[in-house]
Structure formats: C-alpha cells, structure tokens
C-alpha cells in the first residue's frame, strides 16, 4: 500500500532556513500536501502541489518535488518562533481522493 | 463559522461501553473521513466515504463502524470500547475525486480515554 515517511524531529534557529523532508511510494500520487497542527488543533492546509510541478513557492514557503526520486520537501525561509508545531506531508490519487499522512515532523524553533 | 464541527471534545469511557463520535460539515464536501492520531504513529485513516450512501475502510478500521446517510454528517461509533481505542480522533472532509486537489478540512479532534 501506500506509504508516506517524514523524519521525526527538527530543530532551527529564530531567523534560520528550515527544511523538512518527505518521501512517498505511490508512483500514482496526484497531488501532495504540507499539513501544520499546532498544539491541541486539528491540521490545517498549508500548501499542496500537483505532481506535473516541480516547485511551489508562496511567500515563506517553497515546495520542491523530485517525482523520479519520489521526494518532497518543505522549505520555510526565516523561520519564526510561531512556526514550531508538528509538519505533516500527505499524498492523494484522483481515484479515491483518500489521502495518506506521514508521522509528522515536529519542528523546534529557538530563540 | 464554516467547517467541520466534532463532538465531543473529550469523552472517557469503561473498557466495553459503546459511544459516537459526533461529525458535522456544511461546505457540501462529498469526502468525510476519520483518522486517529497517537504518538509516533502519525495519523492512520479509519474509514472514509465518498458520498452519502457509501463508505469503506481505511487502514484501521477493526472496532468502528460508520454511516453516511446525509452529505453533512459522517458518525463514527465504537461498538465495544477497549483501551487501545485510547487515542485523538479526527474528522476531515474534502471536495473528493474530481477535479482538483482533494484539500482536507479538519475538525479540532475528539480526545478518547478508554479506562
């Protein structure tokens, strides 16, 4: 089956560059997403990309996926304090529409 | 406000009692689904459903039972508590198969404790 793995644990700097990596098995997937829960929240969206693209960028945000690789990554750039929280990579075919999480990345951001 | 309303919030139970989880949409998605979050796990899928009228298992669905006879609401009933049901529940729904992106809206997640 499908199966979508993330490493656990990131920790940055106030200001830093954060990078947070995923990969998935599903050649099928069509679409793939970054989730952000904060604590005692449920996810919430924070970008998705199709898989004919390669790069996403939205304001602090740059998704780059390697679909040979079948690797994605989320970049945040001058990563703030609000952005600890867990990070979720997910992928999604179009014929069932049910999407499938990673573990979750936990980042840590120091002042 | 638009969404996905969960209910309840919390809920402890004894090992064997039965209960629903409440979850309710009114963006008119065709796509509800139910997830459990636990530590280092992630989240595991339970069971979805496309359309009112249809539904299917996830990836954990032994213990759960599901219904969808409206578009709106999208129950999750534990027949038959047992502690390794102690976990986060989650509800989310999604526009479905077509076209586009199958972006999920989450609820705030319903916290279970099975004594």
């Known amino acids: 089956g499908e199966d979508v793995e993330q490493s656990l644990f990131l920790s940055v700097r106030e200001g830093d560059s954060s990078v947070i990596n995923c990969t998935y098995t599903?050649?099928?997937?069509?679409?793939l997403y970054w989730y952000k829960q904060e604590p005692g929240a449920g996810l919430q969206l924070l970008t998705y990309?199709?898989?004919?693209?390669d790069m996403k960028q939205d304001q602090r945000l740059t998704v780059l996926l390697n679909k040979k690789d079948k690797h994605l990554s989320l970049r945040i750039a001058d990563t703030q304090t609000g952005d600890s929280a867990i990070y979720f990579c997910a992928e999604s075919t179009t014929n069932a529409g049910k999407s499938t999480f990673g573990d979750g990345t936990t980042l840590t951001v120091k002042p | 406000n638009a969404g996905v309303t969960q209910t309840p919030k919390f809920q402890v139970l004894k090992t064997g009692q039965s209960m629903t989880l409440q979850c309710a949409q009114d963006?008119?998605?065709?796509?509800m689904s139910w997830y459990r979050q636990d530590p280092g796990m992630g989240l595991r899928l339970i069971h979805y459903?496309?359309?009112?009228?249809?539904?299917d298992q996830g990836e954990v669905p032994n213990g759960y039972n599901v219904s969808r006879s409206t578009t709106e609401d999208f129950p999750l009933r534990l027949l038959s508590a047992a502690p390794s049901q102690t976990s986060v529940y989650f509800c989310a729904s999604g526009r479905g198969r077509a076209p586009g992106a199958n972006v999920l809206t989450f609820g705030a997640g319903s916290r279970l404790t099975v004594l």
């Open positions: 599903d050649s099928s997937s069509t679409y």
């Open positions: 963006m008119n998605h065709e796509y």
């Open positions: 459903s496309v359309g009112a009228g249809i539904t």
């Open positions: 990309i199709f898989s004919n693209m």
